[in-house]
T-cell receptor, first 114, second 117 residues
Framework: AQSVAQPEDQVNVAEGNPLTVKCTYS??????LFWYVQYPNRGLQFLLK??????LVKGSYGFEAEFNKSQTSFHLKKPSALVSDSALYFC????????????FGKGTRLSVIA | GAGVSQSPSNKVTEKGKDVELRCDPI?????LYWYRQRLGQGLEFLIY????????KSGLPSDRFSAERTGESVSTLTIQRTQQEDSAVYLC???????????????FGQGTRLTVV
């Protein structure tokens, strides 16, 4: 079975500082990994995904994520946080093979303080 | 339509009543997901449809929950004899993902906020 862990319920960071939102996964094969963001009273929006190749993936709004196979992690990063980045962030995983669903972590609430 | 459409956007129902939630996926999307998000919580997987394959129902919390999908089109999630713990936002998503292309991202609707009183 596949699963995703987001160890932090809440991350606080000052505006202009770098941010990291952590994600680790557990699968019995090769994963596809995704990050989504949920702004208040809005639906989930896709940010970025890892398929294969370069371990550093760049996505929307200046976010990037680094795939680390040995640590089974896919942490979301941004060099300089904005107040408008404050939202709920979800990591998700799907297996390469078979008809498997997209499985999400519990989410991490990011607060960027001016 | 341009995106995933869910209806109703809000539903208030009395405990014990049945409710039906509807999802119109993006045209051409073969995969469709239902998730539940309780207040302040993460996304809980409910059910997954992929083309003509048998749906993955492994996330349905009880036999009061069921879902159907007509071909690669509309899906309805039915909750029978609703309980207060069913109160949540029910999210639907669709994607182009097939057995051979599981890397495609899912697009989410705005959700149906269900309140059981």
């Amino acid at each position: 079975a596949q699963s995703v862990a987001q160890p932090e319920d809440q991350v606080n960071v000052a505006e202009g500082n770098p941010l990291t939102v952590k994600c680790t996964y557990s699968v019995s094969g090769n994963p596809y990994l995704f990050w989504y963001v949920q702004y208040p009273n809005r639906g989930l929006q896709f940010l970025l995904k890892y398929i294969t190749g370069d371990n550093l993936v760049k996505g929307s709004y200046g976010f990037e994520a680094e795939f680390n196979k040995s640590q089974t992690s896919f942490h979301l990063k941004k060099p300089s946080a904005l107040v408008s980045d404050s939202a709920l962030y979800f990591c998700a995983v799907r297996l390469h093979s078979g008809n498997t669903p997209l499985v999400f972590g519990k989410g991490t609430r990011l607060s960027v303080i001016a | 339509g341009a995106g995933v459409s869910q209806s109703p956007s809000n539903k208030v129902t009395e405990k014990g009543k049945d409710v039906e939630l509807r999802c119109d996926p993006i045209s051409g999307h073969t995969a469709l997901y239902w998730y539940r998000q309780r207040l302040g919580q993460g996304l809980e997987f409910l059910i997954y449809f992929q083309g003509n394959s048998a749906p993955d129902k492994s996330g349905l919390p009880s036999d009061r929950f069921s879902a159907e999908r007509t071909g690669e089109s509309v899906s309805t999630l039915t909750i029978q004899r609703t309980q207060q713990e069913d109160s949540a936002v029910y999210l639907c998503a669709s994607s182009l993902a097939r057995t051979g292309t599981p890397w495609t991202e899912a697009f989410f609707g705005q959700g149906t906020r269900l309140t059981v009183v």
